[in-house]
């Protein structure tokens, strides 16, 4: 049963993934017919095409490897700076621009010259570009908020889920207590499993944030109300210095420890639904979370690096492939938990995918389509100086001569991505 939940798990995500791929390629495909421009071919993945189906002037179709897409669109490139769409040349480096230039106009048909790519507005050609990111950013806001709103996620409450019986410095990894450790000042208190806390120090807490803070600042004797079998409980407790894990501004988990007042039990976690406004912040944060985690990917090499061909840990926080994503969808469907919860999950795990998708491609590099946006946005910037000095019209950009650093991102990449899936094999990042 475990294997077949696990194969079901890794196929439901491919089934995903080829969803979002569609979808974003989509984004590219509407708005390009929108403007006039031709579009030749639609295609959902890469290598042999398993399937095609010419529609009107452009071939939908499913290739073999399902790890990308794209849709082809007559004159990304404009001509060379001779007017001549092909040339040859001895450097290599001209040779990919060349043969880019080319590509761009290899099914070029009498009466395409007013459908060019390149011949569109720069805003029109940004909307198009940004069609298909945008189009995975539309997806996983839909599902984070319909996740958050209706199933809802786990937060901490204020009822106690649990006490320690003694001090244990949070640092320590056990959780068993051991001949000498000095007994908690909760279980010192009498605070009991079941107990909602109702206020800390004389001052109502309803929210687990709050009444965390408020322990981190107290050091020494502290009033304690609790609601115990339906009656109001006033319990006395005396804080100590502990050192404990270290929390941002917002009350998150972040690495490292710190030294601060400490009681001494574990807060219950329900799953329950957010509001619109609660939901949009929550998601705020994890695209500010997303954003950190894009921009740090070049320190997370060396660690990957360990994983995949040292003895090093797994972080939970390091990048995963598609590899690694499935295997945690496998994962998902086997773990010990309601239904709800398990589907809760894997759309969660879609939406984040979709999230990254987004943010990735937003990167201002080719052959990403923010290199593109980049590209068009500058084209306009140049255009617009040149008519406020009253300059001649330096024309449009000529993007293909930025593809020998498209090839270098693009190796990049490559190797980082063959990292992540060697990393997801032998190492892979675990959820349960």
């Known amino acids: 049963m475990t294997i077949l939940l696990t194969v079901l798990g890794i196929v439901l995500f491919g089934v995903g993934l080829l969803f979002s791929i569609a979808w974003h390629e989509l984004g590219h495909l509407s708005t390009a017919k929108m403007f006039g421009i031709r579009v030749p071919q639609y295609m959902v993945g890469f290598g042999p095409t398993l399937f095609s189906r010419h529609k009107g002037e452009t071939e939908y179709g499913i290739k073999a490897i399902p ?8 004159g990304m490139f404009p001509p060379g700076a001779d007017g001549r769409i092909e040339a040859r040349s001895t450097s290599p480096w001209r040779g990919m621009i060349e043969d880019a230039r080319s590509a761009a ?12 790519f390149y011949t569109r507005k720069p805003w029109k050609r940004v909307i198009v570009m940004f069609a298909g990111p945008f189009m995975n950013l539309v997806l996983a806001v839909a599902i984070f908020l319909g996740v958050l709103m209706s199933f809802g996620t786990p937060v901490q409450t204020t009822e106690v889920a649990g006490v320690q019986q003694c001090v244990i410095e949070q640092s320590e990894k056990r959780d068993t207590c051991a001949p000498g450790d000095p007994e908690s000042p ?19 807490v309803d929210d687990w944030n709050t009444l965390s803070q408020r322990i981190r600042e107290t050091i020494g004797p502290a009033t304690i109300t609790v609601e115990r079998d339906g009656a109001e409980q006033t319990l006395s407790a005396t804080l100590i210095e502990n050192k404990v894990v270290r929390k941002d501004s917002d009350g998150e988990v972040v690495e490292g420890f710190e030294t601060a007042g400490y009681l001494g039990f574990a807060a219950k976690t329900e799953i329950l639904p957010q509001s619109f406004g609660a939901s949009v912040e929550r998601m705020g944060d994890m695209i ?9 990917l070049p320190t997370k090499v060396p660690d990957l690096w360990d994983a995949a061909f040292g003895d090093g840990e797994r972080k939970d926080d390091s990048p995963v492939g598609v590899v690694g994503a499935a295997r945690i969808s496998g ?6 938990m309601p239904t709800q919860n398990i589907v809760a999950t894997f759309l969660m795990l879609l939406a984040g995918f979709n999230l990254s998708l987004f ?13 593109h946006i980049a590209g068009a946005l500058w084209e306009s910037v140049r255009r617009g100086f040149a008519k406020l000095f009253r300059r001649p019209d330096p024309g449009p950009f000529d993007v293909a001569k930025l593809m020998p650093v498209a090839y270098v991102v693009a190796g990049i990449f490559i190797c980082f991505t063959l990292l992540v899936l060697v990393a997801d094999i032998v190492n892979p990042v675990k959820i349960s």
Not at 331 to 336: A, P
């Open 67 to 74: 790890m990308g897409g794209y849709i082809r669109m007559i």
């Open 105 to 116: 106009y290899e099914e070029l048909q009498p009466g395409d010259e007013t459908r060019l």
């Open 186 to 204: 909760a279980a010192l208190a009498g605070l009991k499993e079941g107990d909602r806390i109702t206020a800390f120090a004389g001052k109502p």
């Open 288 to 296: 500010e979370n997303g954003v950190e985690s894009v921009i740090a």
């Open 331 to 336: 994962e998902v469907l086997n773990l010990d």
């Open 359 to 371: 943010l990735f491609n937003m990167l201002p590099l080719l052959p990403l389509d923010g290199g």
